[in-house]
């Protein structure tokens, strides 16, 4: 089972960037899919974007040109540049495989935009 520890969120003003990381552990992550979620008190945990293990990418339309996700084999990370941050995007943002593992949540990090 592979676990997933995210880090560098924070509170951040409008128009302003964050950069948030996320390591696993366990074996062959090279291989696997690897997503970001996020996750408001009123919804359910959403996809973000994701990454597959030849380096193809995707995203959901509302953080398309704003956001960046990229991964490190060699260190077992993927990360999220978020640029040009809004109100709408304050959540806590989660990474796991895609399609999502249900039994390997992390315990995310808080990113708060406002000003």
């Known amino acids: 089972q592979v676990q997933f520890v995210e880090s560098g969120g924070g509170l951040v003003q409008p128009g302003g960037s964050l950069r948030l990381s996320c390591a696993a552990s366990g074996r062959l992550f090279s291989f696997k899919n690897m997503g970001w979620y996020r996750q408001t008190p009123a919804n359910q945990r959403d996809f973000v974007a994701r990454?597959?293990?030849?380096?193809?990418?995707n995203y959901f339309h509302s953080v398309k040109g704003r956001f960046i996700i990229s991964r490190d084999n060699a260190k077992n990370t993927v990360y999220l540049q978020m640029n040009s941050l809004k109100p709408e995007d304050t959540a806590v943002y989660y990474c796991?495989?895609?399609?999502?593992?249900?039994?390997?949540w992390g315990q995310g990090t808080q990113v708060t935009v406002s000003s």
């Open positions: 990454i597959t293990s030849n380096g193809t990418t």
């Open positions: 796991n495989t895609f399609p999502r593992d249900p039994t390997s």
